[in-house]
Nanobody, 123 residues
Framework: QVQLVESGGGLVQAGASLRLSCAASELTLSIYAMGWFRQAPGKEREFVAG???????NYADSVKGRFTISRDNAKNTVYLQMNSLQSEDTAVYYC?????????????????WGQGTQVTVSS
């Protein structure tokens, strides 16, 4: 059974950094594009960052220059380095896997999802 497990969330002050991890099991990560999404209370789930098979990242405008996505296929893990966190970044963060070479921004393109990890940024 495919599992994606996120970790690394927490409560931090504005300006701090966090690194989220997404560990995959029963799934060969190297043949999936991976995405990070987030969902704040009362809002729709939104695309944050994605990474293609070959390691090229794409980002939402709201996080460009602050967040960096990376992958370690040998460890079957994807990361999201988040710097200069702002209160608007508060949300549950989810990782997801898509059987495509480039990471889509549409949630419906993703076949597998993790359970999410809470990130709370206090101002």
């Amino acid at each position: 059974q495919v599992q994606l497990v996120e970790s690394g969330g927490g409560l931090v002050q504005a300006g701090a950094s966090l690194r989220l991890s997404c560990a995959a099991s029963e799934l060969t990560l190297s043949i999936y594009a991976m995405g990070w999404f987030r969902q704040a209370p009362g809002k729709e789930r939104e695309f944050v960052a994605g990474i293609s098979w070959f390691g090229i990242g794409n980002y939402a405008d709201s996080v460009k220059g602050r967040f960096t996505i990376s992958r370690d296929n040998a460890k079957n893990t994807v990361y999201l380095q988040m710097n200069s966190l702002q209160s608007e970044d508060t949300a549950v963060y989810y990782c997801a896997a898509a059987r495509t070479n480039v990471a889509p921004i549409n949630t419906r393109a993703y076949a597998y999802w993790g359970q999410g990890t809470q990130v709370t940024v206090s101002s």
